[in-house]
């Protein structure tokens, strides 16, 4: 029995005719595109990281040597200096505290209390040390506030003069000391008040470990009770020589 097919359909000839040149217009269109466009393009993409340093901040703080710790420590032979720091900011302390009559602010310019006990060699030296010498220095100051007078607090420090030639060493031994020390007399304190110039004595400065302090200030031997000023003066006033311990 001989084969047969149907005859297509009006339709199926139709889909016959076009579909091969939808196709081929498609790839025409796309091999367009492609030539446009110079083929495949490849968008690099960079990643930039930034690294921020860690920034380490060291703060030292500075060791200050209170007086109190400078007495805890043993004595040197170290010869001390007028012009030292140590000094001259306890110079502005005393005179600030005779300007406004403050005798507790002037207390980092007296000789420490621990030196003290260690420098003499007699029972009882720290009693001595607050009841007396504590004492006759708190005495001096308010004296010298009275000396300056009504304005005493807008009097101005000028120099604290000290006469490095009559510094000496004074041994262990004299004086009832167990450990030696230098010594100077008669230093001038000097300041203007009023648009004058006017000054007063140190009675005594002694040394501990390279710096000086204040051990008498308006007496070695006193008159009496009661507060002393030792020699006031207008203008910078003299040091005389003297060689006490």
Known sequence: MAGH??????????????????????????????LAGGGASTVATTTTTTTVPRVVTTTTVPVTTTTSAAGALPQTGAYPSSASPQFQ??????????????????????????????????????????????????????????????????????????????????????????VGYFEVANSRVVYTLAGVTRSFGIASLISWRGEWYVVHLGAILRPGSGGVVLDPQTGPGTSPASTTC
């Not at 297509?8 to 796309?30: A, D, M, N, Y």
């Open 89 to 178: 900011a306890a110079m502005g302390d005393l005179f600030g505290a005779v300007a406004h009559g403050t005798p507790p602010t002037a207390a980092g310019a007296f000789f420490p209390e621990g030196a003290y006990v260690q420098l003499k060699s007699i029972a009882g030296a720290s009693a001595d040390y607050q009841d007396r010498l504590l004492a006759e220095y708190d005495e001096d100051i308010t004296a010298a506030t009275a000396e300056l007078g009504t304005d005493a607090s807008s009097a101005t420090l000028v120099s604290v003069q000290v006469p490095m030639g009559f510094a000496h060493w004074v041994p262990a031994g004299e004086c009832e000391n167990a």
């Open 5 to 34: 097919t149907t005859p297509p359909t009006r339709g199926q000839r139709l889909v016959r005719r076009f579909v091969p040149l939808v196709v081929g217009t498609v790839v025409v269109l796309w091999l367009l595109v492609d």
